[in-house]
């Protein structure tokens, strides 16, 4: 399970650093051992190391699968440097490790341009536990690819990796899982200076489709709050949570922890449940954001109901009342962004009397693609020429002055290469247009 890329830097590192959350005082910073050891981080300003700042010593425990989670506080507006120690020796990575604090502009500028990567689907193969036949991840350079963008952040969109049969059914199974994908060597540079965001999606909950009936779904989200460095957990219940950059905000949903059997008989079937789409309604009602970004493993706007999709069509009269909830309290901003379908695409959903609804769908980041196979699906969202069958990334930049902020999206091909681009202004996404 353990790969080569972490024995060759040190023999007791597994996986990371990672650069979790960052806020205007705060920023976490993430790592895996092997075995139990003595972890601290030293930080400083970057290009300024005699001002450093070492944080207090971690031990890394078995029953937290050797991983250490460090808050380290920071200033606004600043760009940092780190320095990783195992047992009280520097751990010498061949890459940049580097973070920074989010900038406080309220009452004084303009908000910050900024740019973020989204996608999702993300398998590494084991050969041991995966099924016969062609390896179904590849082409991991993708990761590579990611991090050329420089991006701010990163948000793994669900099927962040993929638990197999032999995994489900137990904690050491899931935490192997979650351990071997992490480990992924093309993957670390791009962990060690970017922060990253996640939500999930059925393959890093459970079983194929898993809904809230599998067995294990609170010792699946231990694991999921173990590996990841979101902002929050919770606020909705199960994995939601929320966090802003600049003057944009993000909305992580939780679609599996409370999910309704797809195919059962059940009256007012639950998607998100009762606790989580209260929570979100009363959230983006209070949301000051010009662009609300709203993430979710399920497609939202893809009305296709075929036995093989999970879209929230299926959920028919949760879904109304979150659309007559935004319509009803004119709440502007509002853009989806979705993965799970091993394809991308862009939907526009127009509304009579009021603006249209977006929703971004990324997919796949190294899982199989779909090539063409769903390109002629009856989506009557989908933008023209937005269709792309292969694996893919998204690049989202955020521009322009306070009330006047700009989207710019590009997808772009595993080699960095665009694919296509389009703009919306936030002006566009507001009640009345």
């Known amino acids: 399970m353990s790969s080569t890329w972490a024995f060759s830097q040190n023999k007791y590192l597994q996986s990371g650093p990672m650069v979790g959350y960052s806020t205007m005082k705060e920023a976490l910073l993430w790592v895996q051992t092997k075995s139990s050891a003595k972890v601290h981080f030293e930080y400083f300003e970057k290009g300024n190391p005699s001002g450093r700042i070492k944080t207090p010593i971690q031990v890394t425990r078995a029953e937290d699968s050797y991983i250490a989670k460090v808050v380290v506080e920071v200033y606004p507006g600043k760009q940092y440097q780190y320095e990783l120690f195992i047992n009280k020796k520097k ?8 973070f920074q604090s989010q900038t406080l502009w309220q009452w004084r500028t303009d908000p910050p341009a900024f740019k973020f990567v989204f996608g999702s689907c993300n398998y590494v193969n084991e050969p041991e536990f995966d099924r016969p036949g062609n390896p179904y991840g590849g082409e991991h350079f993708i990761f590579k690819s990611i991090l050329e963008q420089k991006p701010a952040f990163m948000i793994w969109g669900g099927d962040n990796t993929y638990l197999r049969e032999v995994d489900w059914d137990s904690k050491t199974g899931v935490r192997d899982r979650y351990t ?24 890093d909950y459970g079983p194929d489709n898993a809904d809230r009936g599998y067995w294990m779904k609170d010792e699946t989200l231990e694991t999921f709050k173990l590996f990841w460095g979101n902002a929050n957990y919770g606020p909705g219940g199960g994995a939601s949570g929320t966090f802003f950059w600049n003057d944009i905000q993000f909305f992580m949903l939780d679609n599996r922890y409370f999910r309704a059997p797809n195919n059962g008989n059940l009256a007012d079937k639950d998607l998100l449940g009762e606790q989580q789409l209260q929570w979100l309604i009363d959230a983006l009602i209070e949301s000051r954001a010009p662009f609300k970004f709203i993430v979710i493993g399920t497609q939202v706007l893809n009305p296709v109901t075929a036995p093989w999709t999970e879209n929230y069509d299926k959920f028919p009269e949760e879904k109304a009342k979150l659309f007559k909830a935004i319509q009803d ?33 990324v997919s796949p980041f190294t899982a199989g693609p779909v090539g063409d196979r769903s390109k002629d699906e009856a989506n009557t969202y989908r933008v023209p020429g937005t269709y792309y069958g292969q694996r893919n990334f998204s690049i989202l930049d955020v521009s322009g002055k306070r009330t006047e902020r700009v989207l710019n999206i590009s997808i772009l091909d595993n080699m960095g290469k665009e694919v296509w681009k389009k703009e919306i202004q936030a002006k566009e996404l507001k009640d009345g247009q």
């Not at 751990?91 to 580097?98: D, G, K, Q, R, T």
């Not at 853009?335 to 769908?361: A, C, N, Q, V, W």
């Open 329 to 361: 309290n004119k709440i502007s901003g509002v853009f989806f962004l979705s993965g799970d379908r091993h394809h991308t695409e862009l939907s526009k959903m127009d509304r009579p009397g009021t603006y249209p609804i977006y929703e971004l769908t």
């Open 91 to 98: 751990v010498n990575l061949p890459y940049a490790c580097e």
């Open 180 to 203: 071997h994908t992490r480990s992924l060597p093309e993957v670390q540079a791009l962990l060690a200076s970017v922060h990253h965001y996640a939500v999930w999606d059925d393959h």
